[in-house]
Structure formats: C-alpha cells, structure tokens
C-alpha cells in the first residue's frame, strides 16, 4: 500500500469509528449527507476518495471537527 493509499484507508477508518462511537449506521449518516449508502460504504473502506466538501459535511455530522479526522 502506498502512503496515498494508507491515508485514504486511515481516514475511512476514522469516519467508520466515528460513526459507531455516536451509534449512527451507515444509512443514517448518508442519509443526513444526502448520499448513497454505499457511496458511504466505499468512503469507509477507502475504495472512494471524498471531496473537502464532503469531507467537511461528515466532520459536521459526527460532530468532529475535519484535523480530527485527517490527523493521523
């Protein structure tokens, strides 16, 4: 995996914590970012690389802010 790779994969991980830390499922938080599911699933699993927009949008809804997710 390349460092590109590893930090794609390292912030779905962070979002996937995230999300069941505040006990919201995956079609809750797309639902409220007005997003697919899987749209969501591939974020989480780092098959989907996700626009600073977006980015910002699902810090707000898990009530984080964005260096918290993208701090590793």
């Known amino acids: 995996m390349n460092n590109k790779t590893t930090k ?3 912030l779905g991980r962070k979002i996937f914590e995230q999300r069941k830390a505040i006990g919201l499922s995956q ?3 797309a639902e409220k970012l007005d ?9 989480e699993t780092a098959k ?3 626009s600073l927009d977006l980015l910002i949008a699902i810090a707000d809804n898990l009530g984080v802010k964005v260096k918290d997710l993208i701090d590793f």
């Open 48 to 50: 989907r690389t996700v």
């Open 8 to 10: 794609i994969y390292k």
């Open 35 to 43: 997003i697919s599911r899987e749209h969501l699933a591939k974020i």
């Open 27 to 29: 079609n809750e938080l």
